[in-house]
């Protein structure tokens, strides 16, 4: 039998542990989010970090979201308490301890399931010590699945080579599980499938596409060049644009950063919260740099 005194030391603990797991839960699902109704946030920036005055006065808020109101809209809980718009947790009732808001999501309008196309120009998969992957070309299929998702992505490159040598890439099996992976012809690189969500993120047009393959792991392809395997592994988020227009185009720009070292964007807002993304090739940081220009079965708009 556990003596009262000891009962009490294990309580004790287990309610530190509970209280710690508590914390470090609801800081990790806390992001920046743009409010719904302008001048309503507390700060002035998309990261969250500054309150300036100004056209952007008030139109940022660090909160956890708790349900969807309408189209692109959600009801989030404000950190700190105090500084939202409504008590409940439905965003209906104005006042109380202003706990809660509305906050932009970006999202496809109609929510109606649709199938997409897309093509590109040329594409790069580059690296930090390798030469670049360059692709004349690519066509890829999917659709939309959901409000914020897309899914049964699949893309497909042509007159891939690698480097000023020009050698010939493919993709093959993987080697560690032959069940995942397409064998690709000369020059031809098809990726696993891959799905998405739409986030924010910050800089460009505020919105980003998060891309990931759905095989277990994190593998988009297995690409051999020559006599190499390259393993392409990770995500990667894309610009999405435009933004607020009912048409039946769009397009999902990766690029690299300023100083040619990484992805644009590398952090996203999604969901669940903030995310951090990168791809990985060759055993080492990777980054790709395409325009994928997506035509829609019927018009949509990336609401935000």
Known sequence: MISPKRLAGLLAVMACIVG??????????AACYKVASAKTGKYSNAGCTEEKVGATEKEYVKATLVGRVVEGVWCAKVEPAGTG???DNKCTKVGGGKEYIKVLIPEFTPETSQK??????TSELRSAKHETITCASDITSGEIAGPKTVANVKDTYFKCTQGASKIKCRSIPNPEKKSEGTEGKEEEIITNTVEGELGTVSGGTGVGEDLKPVTGDTRFVTIKCGTLNVSVTGSVIGEVTPLNKLQ??????FAANSGNTNQAFTEITLSGGPTTDHLTAFTENAWLVSTDEITFEKAVEVSA
């Open 20 to 29: 710690t797991s508590a914390v470090a839960a609801s800081s990790a699902s």
């Open 85 to 87: 718009v409504y008590e």
């Open 116 to 121: 997409f196309t897309d093509k590109s120009g």
């Open 248 to 253: 039946t185009t769009g397009d999902v720009v």
